[in-house]
C-alpha cells in the first residue's frame, strides 16, 4: 500500500487511468472537475443504467471533488488540498493548468514537496504543444497504425487505447519514481519534488514500438503490417483449421524440432528454407502454405491439445465474452466487482496492481460532486464557509 | 534517479524490457545469464553488423554477468551478489527460479530487503501456471486481438509486442511501489521487502482492454474489430482524401459544430442522426459515407491544414520511417545514438522515462559476459578465484 495523497485533475483517459493505477495501490485519490459538466467522459456512452462504462472503470476508488478553477476562491480551495498531498496529476493541454492557478512556481510556494505530473500529446513545449491529441492521433503520428492490420491493408488502429494507456502507465512509473527520489533519497539537497513529471503521449508510442524503429534505424527495414505475424520470429501467427484458428509460436531454436514432429511435418527440420530464424522469415509464404495445409485438416481443439502436450505455446482466439466467461479469467482475478450506492452492481476489469496491495475493496466510481463538502470539511472548512462556497457556485 | 541495484534474470522481452525501463529511471542493471548461451533473443534477426537487433534495443545500459545457475558455485556467486542488491526480476517460467537456488525461503535468507518480481504468462500458481507463454498468446486469449482488424476481420495481431510490453509496465510499477513501501514507509512491522511482484501477461491484458470488457459486462456489447474506428466516439477514425488518409478525432460536443463547418457540411450540424455520440455511433455508416464523399474532394496536406486551423485534431498515417525521419520525433527527443565498443553506432528508440532522470548518457547492449569479471571483483572475489571460476565454466 502506498499511502499517498493524488489530487486528479484528469479527463477521458490518460489522466484518470493513471490515478486509476494509483489508487489501485493504495493512494488515496480526489478528482478535482468542474462543477456542472465534470471530466467529460462522464457522458461518453454506452451508459448502463445512467451511468458512462467508460467513466466508471476508470474512475473506481477515486474521490469527486467539484471546484471552478477559473475563479480565485476555486484556486484558493485546491491549493489548500495540494498543501496536504503528494502528486497533481493532470492531463490537460499545456497551459491550461497554469490559468488555473496551478503554474511552476505557484505550485512550489504552495508546497515545495508536491510532485507535478502533466500527460500531454506531443510535450509541453515546442510547436506542437498546444495541438489537441488524442488515441488515435499519436498511434497514427508514431507508426502504430502503419504496422497494425493485415499484410497489404488496410490501416487499422489498435483496437484499444494503447496511446493514453501507454502514457498513463510511464507517468505513473515517473510518479513513483519522484516519489521515491523525494522520500527514499532525501538529502540530496535539491528540489525535494524534483522536475516535473511531464509525458507526452507521442514519446511513449516510440517506446512501444522500439524494436520496429531498431530495426529501420540500424537495417533500413520499413515495418509493415503484418496480419497476426511476427517480424522475427516463425511460426508466431494465427493458422486456419477446419474449424476456428489456432495461434501457434515457437521459442526459437528449442522448439523447433519438436514443433516440426507435433506437425507431423518431420521433413522441414531438416530442409534449408527454413533451417534458422533468419531462413523462416525470408521463405515465410512457403512455410505458411505447408503449415496451413496440415492445419485445416483438423478443428482447433484438437491441434490445441496436441500442441500442448508437446509443450508448444498455442491458443484460441478468444472474444472479449469468451474470455469473461472462462474459467481462466476467473482464476486470474481478471474482474472486479462494484456496488453503487443505489444498489446496482457492476462488473469490470481488475487491476492487475491491486493484488500488490493486499487487493483494497473496490468503491464505485463517485458521482460529480458526491465528496465536495467530505473533502472540504476534512480540510477544515467550518460548515458555514462550505455552504457559501456551495452558493456561490465555487464547488 | 533511482539509486537502486536490479539483478535481472531475465531473457526474450518482458523481463528485459522492465529492467531497460528502470535502468532509464537510473538503476543499475546486472544482467545475469547462461554461459554459452544466454539470453535467447541474442539470436533474434535481424543482425546489423552482428548484433541482434531485438537484443540490442531493449539490453541498453546494463552488464551482463554469465553464471551456471544449475551448479551451486553459480548460485552461490549470484547469492553474493543477490545481498548487495535491490530487486531480483525475472521471466522464467514458474518454478525455474527455485531450480536455481531462488526460492522464496532462500531468497528471504539471503537478503530479505530483496525485492522479487516475477512475469508470466498465466501467474505463478494455477493449472496454467506452468504453460509456455508468448506475446501473440496472451493476445489471443485475452481478447485483443478478436478487437484488432478491419470491421469483418480478419483478425490481427497488435503489430508491436504489447502483450509482453504491457506486462513490463505493470510490473515496474510494482517494484517502484514495494520499494517506496520498503524504503520510504518502514515500520510497518512487516516483511520489508513485501509480497513478490508477481504480475501475469494474461492479467494485464484485461487492464488495457477495461472499456470492452465494461461494455461486455455491464451492457452486453460484444466489441469487435472496427478498423480504424473508436467503439465510443465519432468521428475518431482514418478518411480517404485525394491523395493519402487522414485521421480525424473530436473531442466531444464541443467540437461537434467546429467540425460540421470546417468540412462543410454545416447541415450535419443539425441533422438528428448526428445529434450526439449516442446518435452518431448508431448512423456510423451514413456519417462515414458523408463525410468522406467531402474528403475525398481534397488532397490530404490541405485537409490537415483546415482541421489545424480549427483547432480539430488531425494527423496523417505515418510510417515508421517518416516518423523516424521527422523533425517531430526530433523535437520530442524520439531517438537515442549509442556507440559500440567496436566505434559502430546504433540509432535506438529513445525511452521517456530517461529524461525524468537527466537523461544519462546510453551505454550500448552488452556482450555475453562482459562484465563477468569486472562485477565479480566489485563483489569481493580474488583473481585467482575469478579465474578458477571462469575455468571451471562457472562463468
Same sequence: chains 1, 2.
Avoid at 41 to 53: D, I, K, M, N, V
Avoid at 239 to 253: L, N, S
Amino acid at each position: 500500500m502506498i499511502n499517498i495523497r493524488v489530487v486528479e485533475l484528469g479527463q477521458h483517459l490518460a489522466g484518470p487511468y493513471c490515478a486509476w493505477l494509483l489508487a489501485s495501490l493504495g493512494a488515496e485519490v480526489i478528482k478535482v472537475e468542474l462543477p456542472g459538466s465534470g471530466d467529460g467522459a462522464r457522458g461518453t456512452p454506452p451508459l448502463a443504467r445512467g451511468r458512462s462504462l467508460f467513466f466508471d472503470s476508470l474512475n473506481r476508488n477515486k474521490r469527486s471533488l467539484t471546484l471552478d478553477l477559473k475563479r480565485p476562491e476555486g484556486q484558493a480551495v485546491l491549493h489548500r488540498l495540494l498543501k496536504q498531498s503528494d502528486v497533481l496529476l493532470e492531463n490537460f493541454r499545456p497551459g491550461v493548468r497554469d490559468r488555473m492557478g496551478c503554474s511552476d512556481e505557484k505550485l512550489k510556494a504552495v508546497n515545495p514537496r508536491l510532485i507535478r505530473a502533466s500527460i500531454s500529446g506531443f510535450g509541453q513545449q515546442g510547436e506542437m504543444a498546444g495541438k489537441p491529441a488524442f488515441d488515435i492521433i499519436v498511434q497514427a503520428l508514431g507508426g502504430a497504425m502503419s504496422i497494425n492490420g493485415p499484410e497489404g491493408g488496410p490501416l487499422c488502429r489498435v483496437g484499444f487505447s494503447i496511446g493514453d494507456i501507454a502514457a498513463a502507465l510511464f507517468t505513473t512509473i515517473g510518479i513513483l519514481a519522484r516519489l521515491y527520489e523525494r522520500d527514499a533519497q532525501s538529502g540530496a539537497g535539491r528540489d525535494p519534488a524534483g522536475e516535473p513529471v511531464e509525458i507526452a503521449m507521442l514519446a511513449c508510442q516510440v517506446a512501444l514500438l522500439e524494436n520496429a524503429y531498431a530495426r529501420y534505424l540500424n537495417a533500413g527495414i520499413h515495418p509493415e503490417p503484418i496480419g497476426t505475424r511476427h517480424p522475427s520470429i516463425t511460426p508466431f501467427e494465427s493458422f486456419p483449421t477446419a474449424d476456428e484458428p489456432v495461434v501457434i509460436a515457437i521459442r526459437g531454436p528449442k522448439d523447433w524440432p519438436q514443433f516440426c514432429r507435433v506437425m507431423g511435418l518431420a521433413a522441414l527440420e531438416a530442409d534449408e528454407r527454413f533451417a534458422g530464424e533468419a531462413a523462416r522469415l525470408e521463405h515465410h509464404a512457403e512455410f505458411y502454405e505447408l503449415v496451413a495445409a496440415r492445419t485445416r485438416e483438423r478443428g482447433r481443439e484438437e491441434w490445441l491439445r496436441l500442441l500442448d502436450e508437446a509443450d508448444i505455446p498455442c491458443a484460441p482466439i478468444n472474444t472479449v465474452p469468451q474470455f469473461a466467461e472462462s474459467d481462466l479469467i476467473e482464476s486470474l482475478g481478471g474482474l472486479s466487482e462494484v456496488v453503487t450506492e443505489s444498489g446496482g452492481t457492476y462488473r469490470f476489469a481488475n487491476n492487475p496492481l491491486r493484488a500488490l496491495a493486499g487487493a483494497p475493496a473496490e468503491q464505485p466510481a463517485p458521482r460529480l460532486g458526491e465528496h465536495s463538502r467530505e473533502v472540504l470539511a476534512e480540510l477544515g472548512y467550518e460548515e458555514n464557509e462550505i455552504e457559501r462556497l456551495a452558493e456561490d457556485g465555487v464547488i
